[in-house]
């Protein structure tokens, strides 16, 4: 069945498809690249089963600094499907510590952090540890009808809501 990227795109701010064989990652939404730290490509090239493996401790992907990826007063939510043995940072939008949001594995779990400049929240599950190597979907949620952070694994919650 052919997919229509169209209607994939739709109402997402970015998208990274990993075909690159080497270098940042490039959006295929709004141009926004990420910039890749301590990682390489597996299997670059179109198609399916695209991935970047990190060191495990500095590597991450970190997306530019975008009014279109700033936490704010709309909905919001980061997507990644990851796997780990010894942890790190999946995804980070935003340079500043004092201004990013964070998905990450460590020795307690998965765990998520937003901070806006001014606020800082954050959802840890202690003893949920993901370190095992096995393939898993983790999403961030910012609810703004609800006002609540949200974390995420294979379409599950995991934990429960935190204010914001």
């Given at each position: 069945?052919?997919?229509?990227?169209?209607?994939?795109?739709?109402?997402?701010?970015?998208?990274?498809?990993?075909?690159?064989?080497?270098?940042?990652?490039?959006?295929?939404?709004?141009?926004?690249?990420?910039?890749?730290?301590?990682?390489?490509?597996?299997?670059?090239?179109?198609?399916?089963?695209?991935?970047?493996?990190?060191?495990?401790?500095?590597?991450?992907?970190?997306?530019?600094?975008?009014?279109?990826l700033t936490f704010s007063t709309n909905h919001f939510?980061?997507?990644?499907?990851?796997?780990?043995?010894?942890?790190?940072?999946?995804?980070?939008?935003?340079?500043?510590?004092?201004?990013?949001?964070?998905?990450?594995?460590?020795?307690?779990?998965?765990?998520?952090?937003?901070?806006?400049?001014?606020?800082?929240?954050?959802?840890?599950?202690?003893?949920?540890?993901?370190?095992?190597?096995?393939?898993?979907?983790?999403?961030?949620?910012?609810?703004?009808?609800?006002?609540?952070?949200?974390?995420?694994?294979?379409a599950a919650q995991v934990g429960a809501d935190v204010?914001?």
């Amino acid at each position: 069945m052919a997919t229509d990227n169209a209607s994939l795109r739709s109402g997402l701010s970015a998208a990274y498809e990993m075909r690159e064989a080497s270098g940042n990652l490039s959006d295929w939404i709004a141009s926004l690249t990420a910039t890749m730290t301590d990682g390489t490509y597996d299997q670059a090239g179109p198609g399916v089963n695209k991935a970047i493996t990190l060191n495990g401790s500095t590597g991450k992907a970190a997306i530019v600094d975008t009014a279109a990826l700033t936490f704010s007063t709309n909905h919001f939510a980061i997507e990644v499907w990851a796997s780990s043995t010894s942890g790190g940072v999946f995804l980070q939008c935003g340079s500043s510590a004092a201004a990013r949001s964070q998905l990450y594995i460590d020795t307690n779990g998965l765990q998520t952090a937003i901070n806006d400049g001014t606020n800082s929240y954050a959802n840890a599950q202690p003893g949920a540890t993901d370190l095992d190597g096995v393939l898993r979907q983790y999403v961030l949620v910012i609810d703004r009808t609800a006002n609540v952070l949200q974390a995420y694994r294979n379409a599950a919650q995991v934990g429960a809501d935190v204010s914001i």
